[in-house]
């Protein structure tokens, strides 16, 4: 029963869902949310009558399979589609010179810069084979972001360059990293975020901080 209201509900929802993203999600979802935890208030509200305590059992397991399977794999094309939206992927050279793992967050000093590679993530060449325009920025003050490129397509790495001003305070900012496919008739946009740690240049000099001096004893001499 379980399996077979998986399938009937999958293919009615299919043919009612005219949009190939919208609503496909909660269909994936719905079954295995449905059937786990009314399978568990089946069988705890009949366990001493055998044959529904097996229905409610059988629910459950109809929850994981097929329904959460079934669901699993649908969630997963439409990320392969780009109905799951895109993202932008940050990534930092490697020792050898290859391609390093993703980054969430850069520590740099004030006065330097660092090229980071950043790539359009979360969509095919097949769904978009579109260019994306690329733009970055920030609202700190002293921080330049300079893309290298910026048309690029899904897949293609590109340089993004990070620059701190020597003046820069000290602090945490956030850089931002967006792309934007305007052809097509569902714009497609991905964006990925960069934490940036500046700290101070070497040899700078910290302001030390006054220590009051100790008021004298008035017992002393």
Avoid at 9 to 28: F, I, K, S, Y
């Amino acid at each position: 029963m379980g399996a077979a209201l998986t399938f009937t509900v999958r293919a009615v929802g299919g043919a009612l869902l005219g949009d190939p993203c919208e609503g496909r999600t909660l269909l994936a979802l719905l079954l295995p949310l449905l059937l786990g935890p009314g399978g568990l208030a089946l069988t705890a509200a009949n366990w001493r009558r055998p044959r529904r305590a097996a229905l409610g059992l059988g629910l459950v397991a109809a929850s994981l399979m097929p329904a959460l399977y079934v669901g699993a794999q649908d969630i997963g094309e439409l990320r392969r589609t780009g109905c799951a939206g895109g993202y932008v992927v940050v990534s930092r050279a490697a020792a050898d010179g290859g391609p390093g793992g993703s980054i969430s967050s850069l520590r740099l000093e004030a006065g330097s810069s660092v090229t980071v590679t950043a790539r359009v993530g979360g969509y095919t060449q097949q769904t978009h084979p579109g260019v994306f325009t690329v733009q970055a920025q920030t609202a700190a003050p002293g921080v330049t972001v300079t893309p290298g490129r910026t048309r690029v397509r899904v897949g293609e790495d590109f340089p993004v360059t990070v620059t701190v001003s020597a003046q820069t305070p000290v602090n945490t900012y956030t850089v931002g990293i967006g792309v934007r496919e305007a052809a097509g008739d569902r714009p497609a946009e991905a964006a990925g975020t960069l934490e940036l740690n500046v700290r101070p240049a070497p040899g700078t000099n910290t302001p030390a901080t006054d220590t009051p001096a100790t008021p004298a004893d008035p017992a002393r001499p």
